[in-house]
């Protein structure tokens, strides 16, 4: 349990020393990080993942002791969890996602916030101690940099974090000039960080095929999702099909560069405006941040474009294929990215080169998050039909896969 903050932590340095913990409860230090070896917290049990089980008791309990380990204060004056506001956040697909306050009325004691959003690991991004040390870590080091949402408390199983009143975009939000050209001089800013990690890309290689095994070793029920696969694509193999992806990216010869992975509208904040404290765009959840090939990022993010996760109710997701952007919006995105970068003359060159790069690992983008909807199938307790989403990515997979020749010759002539 993370020590109590009995008063008003001297910085923000303090209170991630104090709260960096890992799953034994002791402070993390680079020791723990390891290598690509997939060590389980939580390994399967007869052949079987565990499902989340995410009660309410359950997260008042989380809130109330993690609030008033982690900020202390005026939180520390509550007599039981039953005093805390406990609001669900939607748009969590990996995670459950809770805004906590103080009840009306209470001041804070000091710089304290009233607010702070609770986030709950899903089974998948608690799945392996190396998966949740590296997320902890990424999301200190940005917060660090004034780059995302301050830490309040970090636990094995999730994590108390600054709540930033702002919403999240829309897909035709990401359609607006002015916002595409915020959204790519953000990529570049993030693109351009030197982060303590691993400089290698290995986290579509590793990640992918840690799901990959999951789902051919424990998922016994995803058989009719891998039937229907077999009707879109009756040659489909899931282990050739990734390993010709893999080769497809190092043949690419692509920089590496340290990437969200995941920049869905949803991941993307937005404020009416910018204050000394908040930054007009704040990009969240990075618990897929890593060193990777460029246009994974590039390409994923446009492929997200295509889907709308704002929905109430099954299956929690639209898939507009049309939305996807054409190479002119690319272009306009790619300009406003390079220049960002630091490239002052754009030639066609460039945009040719960076607009291959980027429509081929959108391939990638949706083999990855098919593969990651078919393992969410069978862990996640979120309302949102995960293997609907697996056969929507794949029928994306194949029919990029198909149009991918045309797409390049096109953008030679």
């Not at 917060?143 to 829309?170: N, Q, S, T, V």
């Amino acid at each position: 349990m993370a020590t109590a903050l009995q008063g008003c932590p001297n910085s923000h340095q303090d209170l991630m020393a104090i709260n960096m913990h890992n799953a034994s409860g002791t402070l993390v230090d680079d020791n723990d990080v390891g290598n690509d070896t997939d060590r389980r917290i939580d390994p399967p049990v007869n052949g079987q993942v565990s499902k989340d089980i995410i009660t309410d008791d359950l997260v008042r309990r989380k809130a109330f002791r993690w609030c008033q380990d982690s900020i202390g204060g005026a939180w520390l004056q509550l007599s039981s969890d039953k005093d805390l506001q406990i609001e669900p956040v939607g748009g969590g697909m990996s995670n459950y996602l809770y805004l906590i306050s103080l009840p009306d009325g209470t001041r804070p004691h000091c710089s304290e916030p009233t607010q702070v959003l609770l986030r709950i690991y899903g089974q998948i991004s608690k799945s392996t101690l190396d998966f949740l040390v590296h997320n902890s870590v990424v999301f200190a080091l940005l917060a660090e940099r004034k780059l995302g949402p301050k830490p309040y408390g970090m636990y094995h199983d999730g994590r108390i974090e600054e709540f930033i009143k702002a919403r999240p975009l829309k897909p035709d939000d990401l359609r607006k000039p002015d916002v595409m050209d915020m959204v790519a001089e953000k990529l570049a800013q993030f693109h351009s960080l030197d982060m303590p990690l691993c400089k290698k890309p290995r986290w579509f290689k590793s990640l992918v095929r840690g799901w990959i095994k999951d789902i051919q070793n424990n998922f016994a029920s995803n058989s009719t999702t891998i039937a229907r696969l077999l009707k879109m694509s009756p040659s489909f193999d899931m282990d050739t099909e990734f390993n010709e992806l893999l080769k497809t990216a190092n043949d690419l010869n692509c920089p590496i560069v340290f990437c969200h992975n995941d920049l869905q509208g949803g991941n993307i904040l937005l404020a009416e405006k910018a204050t000394p404290l908040t930054p007009r765009m704040t990009i969240i959840d990075w618990e897929y941040g890593h060193y990777n090939y460029r246009g994974f990022d590039l390409g994923n993010h446009f492929n997200e474009w295509m889907f709308d996760y704002s929905m109430a109710g099954q299956p929690g997701f639209e898939w507009v294929a049309a939305n996807y952007p054409s190479k002119e919006m690319q272009y306009q995105f790619f300009r406003s990215y390079l220049r960002a970068s630091g490239k002052e003359e754009i030639t066609k060159a460039d945009l040719t080169s960076i607009y291959k790069e980027t429509n081929t690992l959108a391939l990638h983008s949706h083999f990855t998050w098919g593969v990651w909807a078919m393992v969410q199938a069978q862990t996640s307790s979120i309302d949102f039909d995960y293997s609907a989403y697996a056969l929507t990515r794949f029928e994306s997979y194949f029919k990029l896969k198909k149009n991918l020749p045309q797409i390049i010759a096109e953008a030679n002539g």
